[in-house]
């Protein structure tokens, strides 16, 4: 791994406490919210008190609508506008996000000061209780002819009906716990979650295999925990330089890219994924789809990890002019 930890100087502390941290107030959220606070405290040992920091759960537009598609009600941005909204109005100093539900273009005066270490970025297969587990080697193949799949992501979808025309979708929404009881009582033989999930809440489904990015390419920023403040706040942004993972930097940053330069109307599939190769260099994998399978277009870059954002963006407008126009109207 060539990239530096800059982690060189322990930051010092001056302002007032509690530092008040905004957050979702689901469960993955308050947990990604304490592995934040957690790094945090190793670095700055004066933060270590108990009553340094107040939590501040915000419900957002995401979590209030629960019966539509993501990409019918507006996409990702609904996660964080309330959130956006109590950093800028100083009600909240951070705010601690999943990467993949955060818009690739900052609002003015905000900034993503801090990626944490990835957790695994794949997606996961979950079969319900009447399928018989899943063979990692062939994740798709547990699941009879027909079978209704419930997941609310047209990147999904498209990824799984490009392979299995057969399968149909039903649209599930809610938080991971939700998602699960829904599995469970029926409403699908199936279903798709982020490993990220299920792992921070220490979930292991009985028969759900991690499916190879390369079958089914994850979201950009997935399994990334992504912090921001406000662009003016150079207090925290040098307090939360020491906890940022560089290596989660440099592939967001070509995944986030890759999304950018693709701008989809929120209605399209669209996947990146990037992994450091061990000589300082970095993979990228885009992925561009219809979300009823019928097109699907999937290309890979390599270029040095410093060009991790040239990289996403050269692939993203290559995979943009090569997609039929509809997708990007
Ligand atoms: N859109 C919801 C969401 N946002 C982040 C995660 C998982 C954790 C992560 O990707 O970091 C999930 C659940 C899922 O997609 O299964």
């Not at 990409?71 to 996000?97: C, N, S, T, W, Y």
């Not at 609002?107 to 319900?128: N, Q, Y």
């Not at 028969?207 to 920023?221: K, L, N, Q, R, Y």
């Not at 940022?244 to 330069?261: G, K, N």
């Amino acid at each position: 791994m060539a990239l530096a930890h800059p982690a060189a100087a322990v930051p010092q502390h001056r302002r007032p406490l509690p530092l008040r941290v905004g957050t979702r107030g689901s469960p993955l959220a308050l947990w990604q919210t304490r592995y934040f606070l957690d790094r945090v405290t190793r670095f700055c040992p004066v933060l270590r008190d108990a009553k340094a920091f107040e939590e501040h759960a915000i419900t957002t537009s995401g979590d209030r609508i629960q019966d539509r598609k993501l990409a019918e009600i507006g996409g990702k941005g609904l996660f964080a506008k309330e959130i956006h909204e109590a950093l800028l109005d100083r009600r909240v100093d951070f705010a601690v996000h999943s990467l993949k539900d955060l818009e690739t273009e900052m609002p003015p005066g905000i900034v993503l000061a801090c990626t944490l270490t990835r957790e695994d970025a794949r997606d996961c297969l979950l079969p319900g209780p009447a399928l018989p587990a899943c063979d990692p080697a062939d994740p798709f193949a547990a699941l009879p002819q027909g079978a209704v799949i419930g997941t609310s992501s047209v990147r999904r979808q498209s990824q799984l009906l490009y392979r299995r025309p057969d399968l149909r979708v039903t649209t599930f929404r809610g938080n991971v716990q939700t998602r699960l009881r829904k599995l469970a009582e029926g409403e699908a033989a199936a279903t798709l979650l982020a490993l990220a999930g299920l792992r921070r809440m220490e979930l292991d489904p009985p028969g759900s295999v991690a499916i190879d990015p390369e079958i089914m390419v994850p979201a950009a920023g997935q399994g990334i925990v992504g912090v921001t403040v406000r662009a003016d706040d150079t207090e925290l942004h040098e307090l939360l330089a020491a906890i940022e993972d560089p290596e989660a930097r440099a592939v967001s940053s070509a995944e986030r890219a890759l999304l950018a330069a693709l701008d989809g109307s929120c209605r399209t599939p669209i996947g990146g994924h990037a992994r450091l190769l061990p000589n300082g260099r970095l993979r990228l994998t885009g992925l561009v789809a219809r979300a009823d399978g019928s097109f699907l277009l999937k290309r890979s870059e390599e270029g040095s990890a410093r060009d991790a954002v040239r990289i996403g963006a050269e692939l993203g407008h290559a995979l943009r002019r090569d997609s039929p126009a509809d997708l990007f109207a």
